[in-house]
């Protein structure tokens, strides 16, 4: 309670600053207004015409708004930045970045947006979380029509929030495109993965920042696992998890001794500040790499003997589980596994990146 009474007094001075920012004039009734009632986790919120300024809260959001073609005026990342704005968005926003062809304001971040900043770009249209930001719901709505979604998890949860978001964007052709070409990029996928899938179909998905606080083991019900499932994979859990529908567990690094592994693919994260990071999505696996490496219970691991373990951002998979971050995760994934046969085997390319 004390957050939200100190938010609330940071917005009332936002709108003194602003001149009324939060303040959203009535259509006249003599205009046509195409206004519509948008569903979204919270309830449903009224959209009217074409909004143009668009702030979102979070990479989740952030990734949707893109697969739209649509760029932010304003954005809040997962870390915290000092400046106020992106100036260098691919050193500052990993993957996402480089997809960004302006510099948004920067708006605090995904867990503590800034009202103050967000009132001030006075935006027709603001894509929040409904897990972090619902304490912030209703002075977000104050500000401007608020949309709140989660599509964490495994599968296609992402689809209908991208729908939802083009309806209010008036994109829903483009959604409907997108969620088609997805479903068809994953299926040249899958096909591309055939011969690796038949030489070493079962992966250990891991994800830990540092192997001394412990190892989380994701399972298919994990966003990347149920992906590296989608694709032909099958995903390796402990006989007495094998019923689960957890998307992952805490293991102990010596219990992995005991199951029958091809391959390892471990999710790397650092809590470090990435800010002007020449490379943000290496340094998040930088320091797990170093650890892995160094760890004798891991290297005892046959995969570990092999050069078979891999590492990837735990970014796209708790953050992009769109169908941007799906592409580059399976097109990364692939260029690991078979790095002489990418020279001459070119990927299928949607996003550029």
Same mark, same amino acid.
């Given at each position: 309670? /004390? *957050?939200?009474?100190?938010?609330? !007094? ?18 006249? /009734? ?16 009224? +959209? ?21 073609? +649509?760029?932010? =005026? $304003? ?7 000092? !400046? ?9 926003? /990993? ?17 503590? /947006? ?22 912030? %719901?209703?002075?977000?709505?104050? =500000?401007? #029509?608020?949309?709140?979604?989660? %599509? ?25 495109? +997108? ?36 190892? *989380? ?62 490379? #943000?999505? $290496? ?18 691991? #046959? ?11 735990? %970014? ?11 592409? =580059? ?23 550029? %990146?």
């Amino acid at each position: 309670m /004390p *957050r939200l009474r100190l938010k609330t !007094m940071g917005l009332l001075m936002a709108l003194a600053i602003a001149g009324g920012a939060c303040t959203r004039p009535s259509p006249s /009734p003599s205009t046509d207004v195409d206004c519509r009632a948008i569903a979204h986790d919270l309830g449903e919120t009224e +959209v009217c015409g074409q909004p143009q300024k668009v702030v979102t809260i979070g990479p989740n959001l952030l990734e949707l708004l893109l697969a739209l073609e +649509v760029q932010p =005026i $304003a954005h809040a990342e997962y870390f915290s930045f000092p !400046m106020p704005q992106f100036d260098q968005p691919e050193q500052q926003i /990993p993957y996402l970045g480089k997809l960004l062809t302006g510099q948004p304001k920067n708006v605090g971040t995904a867990e503590s /947006p800034s009202l103050e900043a967000i009132a001030k770009l006075k935006p027709d249209l603001i894509l929040a979380d409904s897990i972090k930001n619902k304490d912030e %719901y209703e002075l977000l709505s104050k =500000i401007a #029509p608020t949309l709140l979604f989660d %599509y964490s998890g495994a599968g296609s949860a992402w689809q209908p929030d991208l729908q939802a978001i083009g309806q209010a964007l008036q994109k829903a052709d483009k959604a409907t495109a +997108v969620v088609t070409e997805s479903q068809q990029q994953v299926a040249k996928l899958k096909a591309k993965f055939q011969p690796l899938v038949a030489q070493d179909s079962k992966v250990l998905l891991l994800l830990s920042e540092q192997l001394s606080q412990g190892v *989380r083991l994701e399972t298919a019900n994990s966003a990347c696992g149920a992906l590296l499932e989608d694709v032909g994979f099958q995903v390796v859990v402990p006989a007495d998890l094998s019923q689960s529908q957890e998307p992952s567990h805490v293991i102990s690094l010596e219990s992995l001794t005991n199951l029958d592994m091809d391959w390892i693919l471990i999710e790397g994260f650092s809590s470090q500040n990435i800010d002007q990071t020449p490379n #943000p999505e $290496a340094q998040q696996v930088k320091a797990i790499k170093k650890e892995w490496n160094e760890n004798a219970i891991a290297q005892s691991l #046959p995969p570990s003997k092999a050069g078979k373990v891999y590492f990837t951002p735990v %970014y796209l998979c708790h953050a992009l589980l769109g169908p941007i971050g799906t592409e =580059i995760f399976l097109r990364d994934l692939y260029q690991q596994l078979s790095p002489s046969e990418i020279k001459t085997s070119r990927m299928p390319i949607r996003f550029k %990146y």
